[in-house]
């Protein structure tokens, strides 16, 4: 599957983007999908998970209640609303595919098989 991450941008503290990824392929379902976020200097880490089905989702603990990933499976797109922005939230955000199937959503970018090519997020405050 191939992956095209858009809707970043620049955005004063408080506002909101909503990004979206792209997939191709005709497996879209058959994938957990991920939102990961990489800062300068840093690794890339995870923000959100959803299941194939779109029943279960993960949030890391510092965007839960601010961020919102979802799916839509006839569209072929993952999508990550993103609330009251902070300035701490500033990096290059990716999606990302996982084909493994497990009852459970992983979090390690190392789990991941498929990557998008990024979108860069700004906060500024």
């Known amino acids: 599957v191939q992956l095209q991450a858009s809707g970043g941008g620049l955005v004063q503290a408080g506002g909101s983007l909503r990004l979206s990824c792209a997939a191709s392929?005709?497996?879209?379902?058959?994938?957990?999908m991920g939102w990961f976020r990489q800062a300068p200097g840093k690794e890339r880490d995870i923000v959100a998970a959803?299941?194939?089905?779109?029943?279960?989702?993960y949030y890391v603990n510092s965007v839960k209640g601010r961020f919102t990933i979802s799916r839509d499976n006839a569209k072929k797109r993952v999508y990550l609303q993103m609330n009251s922005l902070k300035p701490e939230d500033t990096a290059v955000y990716f999606c990302?595919?996982?084909?493994?199937?497990?009852?459970?959503?992983?979090?390690?970018?190392?789990?991941?098989?498929?990557w998008g090519q990024g979108t860069q997020v700004t906060v500024s405050s």
């Open positions: 959803v299941s194939r089905s779109g029943g279960i989702t």
């Open positions: 392929g005709r497996t879209f379902s058959n994938y957990a």
């Open positions: 990302a595919a996982d084909r493994t199937i497990l009852s459970d959503l992983r979090t390690s970018a190392s789990d991941y098989d498929y």
